[in-house]
């Protein structure tokens, strides 16, 4: 069975390396970004080209791929003006492998479904290093049936792939693991900065946490930046931000509360007024460093 055409909008680190692993396993791309250097690099490795605009992108795939920043921007690309929904034919899919909000993916799903194409959220775990070399964890969720039909291709981009149900159920769970994970994050960073306050050794403090039940790769990262001063976590606290806010909205439209996730989004709102959200999240280190007593 020949391979299906891929369109792909959003050549980022994650997106860019996701297409650069697809073209080594034979498929055909179409591309968009707004950095022709990205699309330069995509062409230039051959079998590819690129797509004016979402429409036209989307006229001539089986797949279109999206690894975009917000549910506004994915939006901007499926409803706008020679946008995704003008041009896709039936019995296409749609994959979207950013971090959305998911009422808003059960609504493009919806009217994806009305045209006869089909929907997939498809929220990634693990770096762009991982992405490269096929290996990334795929949170994939929507009609059973369009799951089955994209798994293939899903496998070649993924070690683990996992099938979490209806429509929106991977943005939900991505949104749950990024609101631990970034919790966990500021609060060993904070417990890092206290430490430093207290005249406390920070490496010891770690190597006292490191062998008790709070280990963690995340305790880690945190311990790399607050003591080593290696940044190596790869996830900026605007990201963190950003999903942290998604997190509470989904919150507030479950009908329900969510305080701890409202502490963190504060911690992370205030690092990036602090002109530290290109940082990577363990970098609120020092924002919590020089936090006084308001």
């Known amino acids: 069975m020949s391979k299906p055409v891929i369109g792909f909008i959003g050549l980022g680190l994650m ?59 994915v939006e901007k690309v499926v409803y706008g003006d020679d946008g995704i929904i003008a041009g896709i034919k039936e019995g296409a899919v749609l994959i979207d492998y950013g971090t959305s909000i998911p009422a808003s993916t059960r609504r493009i799903g919806a009217d994806l479904a009305s045209m006869g194409a089909g ?113 190596d976590l790869g996830f900026s606290i605007n990201n963190a931000n950003k999903d942290l806010g998604y997190f509470l909205e989904m919150a507030e439209d479950l009908g329900t509360r969510a305080e701890i996730a409202e502490g963190t989004s504060h911690n992370l709102e205030a690092a990036v007024a602090a002109g530290l959200g290109e940082g990577n999240v363990p970098e609120i280190y020092d924002y919590f460093l020089k936090l006084e007593r308001g």
Not at 123 to 149: S, W, Y
């Open 119 to 231: 929907m997939i959220d498809a929220p990634l775990g693990r770096t762009p290093a991982h992405a490269k070399d096929g290996l990334l964890n795929i949170m994939a969720a929507g009609d059973k049936e369009t799951f089955e039909k994209v798994k293939p291709v899903l496998d070649e981009q993924g070690e683990n792939v996992f099938y979490l149900g209806a429509l929106g159920a991977g943005h939900t769970t991505k949104l749950i693991n990024n609101f631990m994970g970034m919790t966990t994050v500021c609060t060993m960073s904070q417990a890092f900065a206290v430490a430093e306050r207290a005249g406390v050794d920070r490496a010891q403090l770690y190597e006292i946490m490191s062998t008790g039940p709070s280990n963690s790769p995340f305790m880690g990262f945190c311990k790399n930046y607050a003591v080593d001063g290696v940044s």
């Open 15 to 73: 997106g860019g390396n996701m297409v650069e692993n697809l073209q080594k396993r034979g498929y055909e791309l179409v591309v968009m970004d707004l950095n022709k250097d990205a699309v330069k690099a995509v062409l230039d490795r051959g079998n590819a080209r690129e797509a004016a605009t979402p429409r036209e992108l989307a006229e001539s795939v089986d797949i279109v791929m999206l690894c975009l920043t917000t549910s506004d921007v």
